[in-house]
């Protein structure tokens, strides 16, 4: 049974920096890419940023404006989101998702979920 735990989510102020994990189990990590998306109150879910299994990346999520930093371990089967100079628009829960195809900012396209951690940034 394949799943994502994300981990790491809080209060943070304006300025902060937090790291989010997702920890995989069921799956041939290495093997998946990985994704991070988020969803504030009231708007639509919006990717971030993903990670293939050889560790490119890219900027399809323009809203983070390169603060943001994805990164995955795959001995240890855990993607990381690093986070830097948080704002308050930053504030949504935070998803880690996987998909055994190519990379893509389309939601559709990823199998596997986590639950979400909420990210809060104060002003």
């Keep these: 049974q394949v799943q994502l735990a994300e981990s790491g989510g809080g ?7 937090l790291t989010l994990s997702c920890a995989a189990s ?5 093997s ?17 940023e993903a990670i293939t299994w050889n560790g490119d990346t890219t900027n399809y999520g323009r809203s983070v404006m390169g603060r943001f930093t994805i990164s995955r371990d795959n001995a240890k089967n855990t993607v990381y989101l690093h986070m830097i100079n948080l704002k308050p628009e930053d504030t949504a829960v935070y998803f880690c ?7 893509s900012s389309r939601a ?8 979400g951690t909420q990210v809060t940034v104060s002003s």
Excluded: C, H, I, N
């Design 11 to 17: 209060l943070v102020q304006a300025g902060g920096s």
């Design 26 to 30: 069921g799956l041939t990590f290495s």
């Design 32 to 48: 998946y890419v990985m994704g991070w998306f988020r969803q504030a109150p009231g708007k639509e879910r919006e990717f971030v």
């Design 97 to 103: 998702a996987a998909s055994p195809r190519r990379m």
């Design 108 to 115: 559709g396209e990823y199998d596997y979920w986590g639950q």
